[in-house]
């Protein structure tokens, strides 16, 4: 897909860009990440943060729970970094911004963006636009996975040694697929060289979700329905972490949301804390 009219990007990744950018625009600091790149490739219309999923009050559970995943994963690519990890893969990767937020941890890195062709098609175009470009050492890689195309096999033609350590990172996709793709996925991941590391959220069953959180779960999911992404696959904690040792990763953990919220915005005086719901395997060859 090259025609501009073409290159249309997951709403779903458009959405998380803007919740990034608004916990800088409206919450009060310290902010937990710092990103309107994303908004920038985005270039919604004006009045963006007047849609009813950017309401600065009504979103802020979800926006912080967007936010301190993404601090998390970017704290786990700085200290992949620190020891010698060289390849960083993003599944899924949407709007991504830590190539551009991060250039002094970047260029140290070969960062390889999977995701479908339109969004990449429509990706590598906003960056040439805005003048971020796509450096060498970026690897954009189209995948049409509702053709069945093999992920690994683009990887590699992209330049991803699997003979060498990685970090690959999946957010915010496992809900949207067959816990059959999932299991798929992990088996091929946990063929990565020794000493790699996956990061992927998973969401919970909505009984596992703190009380408060439970009615605004219930009506997202007719939501999701209705834009084309449903929601089809839940997990509670103990079956992800069998799932991971049953794809042959050497060691597997859990790291559970309300974690996040008391490394990221304990003390905060306004109060903002991540919505519970979406939690995360961590796993290493």
Not at 3 to 30: I, K, N, T
Not at 195 to 216: H, I, K, Q, V, Y
Not at 255 to 272: I, N, P, T
């Amino acid at each position: 897909m090259t025609d501009g009219q073409s290159e249309v990007p997951d709403s779903s990744a458009v959405r998380v860009a803007l919740w990034r950018a608004l916990h800088v625009q409206v919450d009060a600091p310290p902010h937990v990440i710092e990103d309107e790149v994303g908004l920038r490739l985005a270039d919604p219309d004006q009045g963006w943060r007047q849609r009813p999923d950017m309401h600065p009050q009504g979103t802020s559970t979800f926006r912080a729970a967007i936010v301190a995943r993404a601090r998390f994963i970017e704290d786990l690519v700085v200290d992949q970094a620190g020891h010698g990890i060289t390849q960083y893969v993003v599944l899924g990767a949407g709007l991504d911004t830590f190539a551009q937020r991060r250039p002094e941890i970047a260029s140290r890195l070969r960062v390889f963006e999977i995701d479908q062709p339109a969004t990449i098609a429509w990706k590598a175009r906003r960056l040439n636009e805005t003048g971020y470009g796509v450096p060498d050492r970026l690897r954009l890689v189209p995948v049409d996975f509702e053709a069945s195309e093999d992920w690994w096999e683009r990887l590699t033609d992209a330049g991803f040694d699997p003979g060498r350590p990685a970090l690959v990172v999946c957010t915010g996709v496992t809900m949207y697929l067959t816990k059959e793709a999932t299991a798929a996925t992990l088996r091929r991941l946990a063929g990565l060289a020794p000493g790699s590391t996956l990061a992927m959220t998973f969401m919970l069953p909505t009984e596992l979700l703190d009380a408060a959180d439970r009615p605004a779960m219930e009506a997202t999911k007719p939501q999701a329905q209705a834009s084309g992404t449903p929601f089809i696959s839940f997990y509670r904690p103990q079956e992800m972490l069998e799932l991971g040792r049953a794809s042959g990763f050497a060691d597997v953990r859990h790291v559970s949301g309300s974690s996040l919220g008391e490394r990221y915005f304990a003390g905060r005086a306004d109060g903002l804390r991540p919505s519970s719901g979406e939690d995360l395997l961590v796993a290493t060859t």
